[in-house]
């Protein structure tokens, strides 16, 4: 009885307090709808104060601005600073210029100076023959073959220097000098032909007798120059197929006597190695005062080789600035008779271009003013 009576007064004590079960739901509900509302009212006020905001950025009016401080010119630009962009851009272009100049001296395998010569080949320079235009050929209103310039302008700079390479061979051997010379080069092209022509000119020039031989029986250039291609000649004698009196021609422009290279011919280095050959040489020795024999280059042919050993002196003349060093020096070393090298010539010397190298870069400079008063063209 005491145990229901309790029970009923619990049950009493939470009809009173409002603690039933079915409370206890609609309270859970209701703090639910309390949180999910608290948080749409916090949303929503969000809003509105977006809006508004919104509503007077599109309302705005701005006002009219006042001036603080007038906005005038810079008087010096700020950027970039002058001297130090210029000390800069000169140092990086004296030295980007220093190793191009550098650069480009290293790939130059050719000869440029006198002591490049002497200290790769062993042999002194007789003379530098400077390039001839048609400027320079021009002489009363006519251009004139290189090997007539020493006839014609006998006190120009080019006669000069042909004077000067007759002189170099006479001293190459002062107690017997030299009658028979021969000129050859390392490649076709560097002017070996023209510079025997104009040598032996220039020698007849002084009253001598001079016999021009074209010993390039492969490629007779010389032959045509003075228009003696279709006439017989050195290979007809050495096949007893002609007299000298009727081969060997004067040349009243260039003042020589002239033997054509004759035929055409399939064994070049045999007829000129043959003992015939040595006895012509022989006899022209005797009959004139100078025999200059023009030769192929040692490079691609035997034949200058075979000549050697029947002159007196050899002149190597080489393509300034252009023919490669060790070409040259293997060249000269394939000639058995290589202490017969008298020199080197240095021919189409490049004036403009060989300033860089020094005033004295190479033998007979006649490039300075200073000389200009020595020679009439």
């Known amino acids: 009885m005491a145990k229901a009576k309790v029970d009923a007064l619990e049950q009493s004590l939470r009809q009173v307090t409002g603690q039933t079960g079915g409370d206890d739901e609609v309270a859970i509900k209701l703090r639910e709808l309390e949180r999910t509302a608290a948080v749409n009212?916090?949303?929503?006020?969000?809003?509105?104060?977006?809006?508004?905001?919104?509503?007077?950025?599109?309302?705005?009016?701005?006002?009219?601005?006042?001036?603080?401080?007038?906005?005038?010119?810079?008087?010096?630009?700020?950027y970039p600073v002058k001297g130090r962009t210029f000390i800069i851009a000169l140092f990086v272009g004296l030295l980007i210029g220093t190793t191009s100049a550098y650069a480009k001296e290293m790939l130059n395998a050719g000869f440029t100076t006198p002591r490049q010569v002497e200290e790769v080949l062993e042999l002194p320079l007789l003379a530098s023959v400077s390039q001839m235009g048609e400027r320079d050929l021009t002489v009363d209103g006519k251009v004139l073959s290189i090997p007539l310039y020493p006839v014609r302008k006998p006190l120009s700079r080019f006669s000069e220097s042909m004077r000067a390479l007759r002189n170099g061979v006479q001293m190459a051997d002062v107690d017997n000098?030299?009658?028979?010379?021969?000129?050859?080069?390392?490649?076709?092209?560097?002017?070996?032909?023209?510079?025997?022509?104009?040598?032996?000119?220039?020698?007849?020039?002084?009253?001598?007798?001079?016999?021009?031989?074209?010993?390039?029986?492969?490629?007779?250039?010389?032959?045509?120059?003075?228009?003696?291609?279709?006439?017989?000649?050195?290979?007809?004698?050495?096949?007893?197929?002609?007299?000298?009196?009727?081969?060997?021609?004067?040349?009243?422009?260039?003042?020589?006597?002239?033997?054509?290279?004759?035929?055409?011919?399939?064994?070049?280095?045999?007829?000129?190695?043959?003992?015939?050959?040595?006895?012509?040489?022989?006899?022209?020795?005797?009959?004139f005062d100078f025999v200059i024999m023009d030769t192929p280059p040692v490079g691609p042919v035997i034949d200058p080789v075979v000549v050697a050993g029947m002159v007196d002196k050899i002149l190597y003349v080489v393509k300034w600035g252009v023919t490669a060093r060790e070409m040259v020096q293997h060249a000269i070393e394939q000639l058995p008779h290589s202490k017969k090298i008298a020199g080197i010539v240095f021919n189409n010397v490049d004036e403009r271009l060989a300033k860089k190298y020094g005033k004295y870069a190479y033998a007979n400079y006649y490039g300075a003013n200073y000389y200009s008063k020595y020679y009439s063209g």
């Open 41 to 78: 009212k916090t949303l929503f006020e969000d809003f509105l104060q977006r809006s508004k905001i919104t509503e007077e950025q599109s309302t705005f009016e701005p006002r009219d601005a006042r001036v603080i401080s007038a906005a005038l010119p810079p008087g010096a630009p700020s």
């Open 177 to 287: 000098p030299p009658k028979v010379l021969q000129l050859t080069s390392t490649v076709p092209g560097e002017g070996k032909t023209t510079i025997a022509m104009s040598l032996g000119c220039s020698i007849a020039t002084s009253g001598l007798r001079v016999l021009f031989i074209d010993a390039d029986l492969r490629h007779p250039s010389a032959s045509r120059i003075l228009g003696l291609q279709k006439e017989k000649g050195l290979v007809d004698l050495l096949l007893g197929q002609a007299e000298v009196q009727n081969v060997v021609r004067y040349q009243d422009d260039n003042k020589i006597w002239a033997l054509a290279a004759g035929s055409p011919t399939q064994n070049p280095a045999d007829l000129l190695g043959s003992e015939r050959l040595k006895l012509l040489i022989d006899k022209f020795r005797k009959s």
